[in-house]
């Protein structure tokens, strides 16, 4: 289980690498001067191999999941992280979303954890979906999926409390926790849709959020063509636009390059394949001269070792 929890954290930081010199590009730009190799500089101007809040945050999920489920400690350590001493790639934050913003603002002030994260549809950005991912391995052994409902529900909500916010890490969530049974991706993507489709049989969940679901729930989304996938910073494209990219390669590599190469929001979309095709596809399968280029590698493999326990 080590190496599935090494190459899902490896992967997620490493997609989030190699999209952040590129991060607000467009598809039309990235076409003509695709991202082939991780570079550094670019957007936000950081050396190669730096990841943004996005892997910063999941470190900080896996942190306290180190210690157990404590949804108050999860919340303090995205805190910390924004006060700058915990899971910085270099001791500062240089890029955060505004609804993040907000809910740390209001966990600072001393709110319950689950109640920080915003409520309104406005509220849909990809900032919980793309820190979920170390959730999975907490979950790996639970059978009851109204208890991994309710778990991702309100680490989601610590910062994104809209149900389709909530749903949409709920979905990823169900897909990573088949792929870590060593099913084939297309088998692992259709057990997601009936576990998710049966689970929605006896709730009464708003139908039009649902509907939203459907490329995903019952159409096969890795069938749509490129021009009909999105990379902006809205939750529901990025949950897509990471199961298109995933479905449609064949190596770790190939995934993480095809999602960056989607263009805008491209180190979460990067993230998020990522993560994915890491604990598919396997450490050994990750090209080395990205891990050894990715900053704090050393403290990562630290992570997964002690998130292994």
Same mark, same amino acid.
Do not use: M
């Given at each position: 289980m080590k190496n599935k929890i090494e190459s899902g954290l490896f992967g997620l930081a490493i997609g989030d690498a190699l999209g952040v010199p590129v991060e607000f590009k467009s598809r039309k730009y990235l076409k003509e001067n695709p991202v082939i190799e991780m570079f550094g500089f670019g957007t936000h101007h950081q050396p190669i191999g730096t990841w943004s809040d996005d892997s910063s945050l999941a470190f900080c999920l896996a942190e306290s999941l180190c210690s157990g489920y404590d949804l108050a400690d999860i919340a303090r350590n995205f805190v910390k992280w924004y006060g700058e001493e915990l899971w910085t790639p270099h001791g500062r934050v240089f890029d955060i979303g505004?609804?993040? !913003?907000?809910?740390?603002?209001?966990?600072?002030?001393?709110?319950?954890? $689950?109640?920080?994260?915003?409520? *309104?549809?406005? $509220?849909n950005g990809n900032g919980s979906l793309m820190r979920i991912l170390p959730l999975v391995f907490y979950l790996q052994k639970e059978d009851d999926i109204e208890i991994i409902y309710k778990k991702v529900k309100e680490v989601s909500s610590i910062t994104h409390a809209h149900f389709r916010s909530v749903f949409a890490c709920f979905i990823y969530v169900v897909y990573c926790l088949e792929i870590l049974k060593d099913k084939d991706k297309f088998e692992a993507y259709k057990e997601m849709q009936n576990i998710v489709t049966k689970f929605l049989e006896?709730?009464?969940?708003? +139908?039009?959020?649902?509907?939203?679901?459907? +490329?995903?729930?019952?159409?096969?989304? *890795?069938?749509?063509?490129? =021009?009909?996938?999105? *990379?902006?910073?809205?939750?529901?494209?990025?949950?897509?636009?990471?199961?298109?990219?995933?479905?449609?390669?064949? *190596?770790?590599?190939?995934t993480v390059l095809k999602a960056v190469n989607l263009g805008?929001? !491209?180190? !979460? !979309?990067?993230?998020?394949?990522?993560?994915?095709?890491?604990?598919?596809?396997?450490?050994? =399968?990750?090209?080395?001269?990205?891990?050894d280029n990715l900053v704090r590698s050393n403290d990562i493999k630290d992570l997964a070792e002690r998130l292994s326990h």
């Open positions: 505004i609804a993040t !913003t907000h809910a740390i603002h209001n966990i600072a002030k001393g709110h319950q954890p $689950d109640l920080c994260g915003g409520f *309104s549809e406005s $509220d006896s709730k009464e969940f708003n +139908r039009v959020e649902i509907g939203l679901f459907d +490329r995903i729930l019952k159409n096969d989304i *890795s069938a749509y063509p490129e =021009n009909e996938i999105y *990379s902006s910073g809205y939750v529901l494209h990025s949950l897509e636009a990471s199961f298109w990219c995933f479905l449609n390669s064949d *190596s770790y590599e190939e805008e929001d !491209t180190d !979460t !979309t990067g993230a998020i394949a990522g993560g994915l095709a890491g604990i598919y596809y396997g450490i050994d =399968n990750i090209p080395q001269k990205w891990i």
